[in-house]
């Protein structure tokens, strides 16, 4: 009995209490049954009903995605002359276009599939060939791939926000109301980061019912907007039952979506075994500068020093040599080896940590190790490569104890959501003397939604949308920014 309640504990572990569905071939996706292996169990647990509607979504995936006969139906839909059968058997979709770097891409999904889940509606994701690289599929006996060979894929660049079936645009030339969009098939959604007013009827109640129609939508968006979906009457009740513990939104939907290829998952383990393992306590630092000209700074070097310093992340150094003797027995050291994961496009900072912990000895007499795993020179998201090493080094980052990110972006913050982490953020140094307060720490582990709406759409007035119910409020690093807490 002790044994098969030994295996129950780790299938349940390896599932993450539930999260997970078994029946996916294990040499397909080792991540999605290994990752347990590498990381502590989350503090926090999926609520019973937002498993349940994973469940009902798989189902509805699996009835209505690509190679279905309602697929086929509805794409019908989307042809010039509709001929044959056109029942979709209310299948609906919503397609996520490609855009962005990769921690944009990998937040932006997460949001889009929130919504998915709260419309009804299947998501499909335009990755081309270089998604199915990186990311296992999260979805049995189906594909979340958009077929290559989609009816509107030739169009998809000529989606703006000035285009004729843009939601925006229609509300500006005031064509949408509840007749003319019960027979369009699709519509554009511009939720990216540039977005305008009318665009941003979107988190409006009232559009949404409009928008329930519609067969199609079609998104292109690079940010974590769930946390506007909350401010929406028609989806608070739900999303208060998927989510009792707030700001896990990301937390839960990214270790539920996003499993790193074999490929990926090869480069973490082994990047893993080398240098993290045995270390007793490992520490993640994401140094992402934005202006890549800028080079090492003094300012930057100082601000995190003071910020792993003063917050007892690594242990100050110590100005004289102490000599202690080498134990025979390793369980007797009496020091803590602390490995420290950098992640940065470049080597200035790793370097200076590096020598600055081999030069001098530290008071608690720890010794710390400085590791980095790659140095890009800059984004190259169009290169394979560079984005599995991009996507390794996220998912590294989520394997720390500690994780210390850098502020506004996005990459850090898929690591602090998927390790279930409130990370220390390194503020931006906007006058480049403040360094008061290098860094604090997160309210949550969820992403900031960097360009929330600022409306009311039942006084149809301006308001802060951050300081409309408790657990959104406004980011620790973007003071307009929206984060779920
Ligand atoms: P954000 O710009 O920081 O919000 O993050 P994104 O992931 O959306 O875009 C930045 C892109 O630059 C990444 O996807 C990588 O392609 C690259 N990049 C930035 N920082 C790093 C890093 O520390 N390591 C690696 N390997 N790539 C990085």
Known sequence: IQRDQKRNDSVDLSLLGGLLVSGFKKDSCLSRYQSYLYRKASPYRPSSYLLSKLRAYEELHKRCGPG??????????????????SDSEGCKYVVWMEFSGLGNRIISIASAFLYAMLTDRVLLVEGGEQFADLFCEPFLDTTWLLPKDFTLTNQFNGFAQNSAHCHGEMLKRKLINGSSVSSL???????????????????????????????????????????????IPSFEEELGMM?????????????????PSNHVWGLITRYYQ??????????????????????????VTNQIISCVQNEEILPKLSKTEQHHKPSEDEEDEDFKL???????????????????????????????????????????????????????????????????????????YVAQGLGGLRAWILYK??????????????????????????????????????NVVPHVRHCEDISWGLKLV
Not at 72 to 81: F, G, I, M
Not at 243 to 259: A, I, M, N, S
Not at 274 to 298: C, H, N
Request: charged content about 20%; some cysteine.
């Open 429 to 466: 140094q906007e006058n480049q003397t403040n360094i008061d307060s290098p860094c604090g720490r997160a309210m949550s582990p969820d992403p900031c939604f960097h360009a929330p709406p600022y409306y009311d759409c039942k006084a149809k007035t301006g308001i802060d949308t951050g």
């Open 338 to 412: 602390k490995a420290v994961l950098i992640t940065s496009l470049t080597t200035g900072y790793f370097e200076i940590l590096k020598t600055m912990y081999w030069e001098k000895p530290t008071v608690t007499r720890d010794v710390i190790g400085i590791h980095q795993p790659s140095h890009e020179g800059h984004q190259q998201t169009e290169k394979l490569m560079h984005n599995r090493k991009a996507w390794a080094e996220m998912y590294l980052l989520s394997l720390t104890d500690k994780l210390v990110i850098s502020a506004w972006s996005t990459f850090g």
């Open 274 to 299: 080398a240098y993290l393992v045995k270390a007793d306590e490992r520490i993640g630092l994401q140094i992402r500068v934005f202006d890549e000209k800028s080079g090492v700074s003094r300012q």
């Open 68 to 85: 279905t006969k309602p697929y086929t139906n509805a794409e019908r839909l989307l042809k010039p002359k509709q001929t044959g059968d």
């Open 185 to 231: 098939s699709h519509l554009y959604l511009h939720l990216a980061h540039d977005y305008n007013d009318q665009d941003k009827m979107f988190f409006c109640a009232e559009d949404q019912s409009l928008l329930k129609n519609v067969p199609w939508l079609i998104m292109r968006t690079n940010n974590f907007f769930a946390p506007s979906l909350f401010l």
């Open 243 to 259: 989510f009792p513990e707030k700001g896990t939104v990301f937390h839960h939907l990214g270790r539920y979506l996003f499993h």
